[in-house]
Each structure stands twice: as C-alpha cells, then as structure tokens.
T-cell receptor
Framework: AQSVTQPDIHITVSEGASLELRCNYSYGATPYLFWYVQSPGQGLQLLLK??????LVQGIKGFEAEFKRSQSSFNLRKPSVHWSDAAEYFCAVVGEGGSYIPTFGRGTSLIVHP | DTAVSQTPKYLVTQMGNDKSIKCEQN?????MYWYKQDSKKFLKIMFS???????INETVPNRFSPKSPDKAHLNLHINSLELGDSAVYFC?????????????FGPGTRLTVL
C-alpha cells in the first residue's frame, strides 16, 4: 500500500524568502505524485504533478517540485514566497491498480510573515 | 462557471437530524468522490462513483449514503448525525481513464453538529 509523509505540520517563512516543503512517499513501483494547495475556506487545487520524464516539474504560481527516487521524495519549492501563498499544502501519491485513488499526506500549513 | 460546486457551504444542525449535501460537476468527468477533512486537516476518502456505480466505499458508517442520479451529480445523505460527523466534506471529480489525472475539488461543506 502507498503512503505519504509530510514531516512538517507548520512552516513559517518571511515574504520574499525561499520555500521548501517536504514530502516522502512509500510505494514499490513508480509513483504518480501530486501537490495540491488549499487556500483558507477553499477546496484543493492542483499545483503540479509528476508521472514520468523530467524529474523537475514546474507548476502554477511559480512552484516547482523535484522527484528523487533514491530518497523517495517529492519536495515542493518556490524561490520567493508571496503573502498570498499562505495556505495548506498537500502531497499525494497514486499507485497502480484500478482505483487510482490518491493517498494524501497530512498537509503542511504555510504561514507567511510580512 | 464553477467546475465542481457543492451546496450548502455551511450546515449547522442538531445531533440526530438527517441532512444532505449536494455536489455537481460540469467537467464531463466520469468519476466523483466524497472526502472528509477533519479538524486536523486530514483528508480521508469516503466514497467514489464511476459512471453512477459505486466503486469505492471505505470504512464509513452506514448512516452515510451516497447517491448518484447521473454522472454529473453525487449527493451525500447522512442519517442520525453525530458530534463526530462535524468536519468539512469535499466533493471531487476526475476522469478515471488515466492514473495521472487531476482531481478537481469543490469548495467544501462545513458541517457542524451541535
């Protein structure tokens, strides 16, 4: 069975600083990996996804993530955080099998200081 | 043109009551889901329907009954509400044909049971 670990419950950064949110997954084969963002009072929105090819994936809002098979990681990065990036971030993995149901991590809450 | 819509956005009710949450998607997707997000932001899959057929039914009390009148709608009816049912419920849709396809989430329904 697949699983996802987001080790940081909260991350606080200053506006303009760089950001890295960690995600580790457990899955036997090649996973399909996703990062979603949940703004306050909203549903989840896809930032980016990886399923093959270039291990550095570009997403919306200036985010990128790098798949590292050797570390079972899919960390999310942004070079310069904006106050509007304050939100909950979820990493998810989809394994093989018919259901294609994603397994979500517990989420990381990003706090941005002015 | 909201892709996935849910009604109501907020629902406050007494223990023991029966309530319904409605979900509609206009994306032409063939698969819809219900998720429960608890107070710690953990997302748990409840149900999944594909072409009006139930394909996923996680360990959910049978007080919860999903109904899919057509591919674009998935409603959730809850009988005999309990305090522990208080959560945010998200509807999502997806085209199930590909493992890497994105899930599109509704804005959520915040259910408070008093």
């Amino acid at each position: 069975a697949q699983s996802v670990t987001q080790p940081d419950i909260h991350i606080t950064v200053s506006e303009g600083a760089s950001l890295e949110l960690r995600c580790n997954y457990s899955y036997g084969a090649t996973p399909y990996l996703f990062w979603y963002v949940q703004s306050p009072g909203q549903g989840l929105q896809l930032l980016l996804k990886y399923f093959s090819g270039d291990t550095l994936v570009q997403g919306i809002k200036g985010f990128e993530a790098e798949f590292k098979r050797s570390q079972s990681s899919f960390n999310l990065r942004k070079p310069s955080v904006h106050w509007s990036d304050a939100a909950e971030y979820f990493c998810a993995v989809v394994g093989e099998g018919g259901s294609y149901i994603p397994t979500f991590g517990r989420g990381t809450s990003l706090i941005v200081h002015p | 043109d909201t892709a996935v819509s849910q009604t109501p956005k907020y629902l406050v009710t007494q223990m023991g009551n029966d309530k319904s949450i409605k979900c509609e998607q206009n994306l032409g997707h063939d698969t819809m889901y219900w998720y429960k997000q608890d107070s710690k932001k953990f997302l748990k899959i409840m149900f999944s329907y594909n072409n009006k057929e139930l394909i996923i039914n996680e360990t959910v009390p049978n007080r919860f009954s999903p109904k899919s009148p057509d591919k674009a709608h998935l409603n959730l009816h809850i009988n005999s509400l309990e305090l522990g049912d208080s959560a945010v419920y998200f509807c999502a849709s997806q085209y199930r044909g590909a493992r890497a396809d994105t899930q599109y989430f509704g804005p959520g329904t915040r259910l408070t049971v008093l």
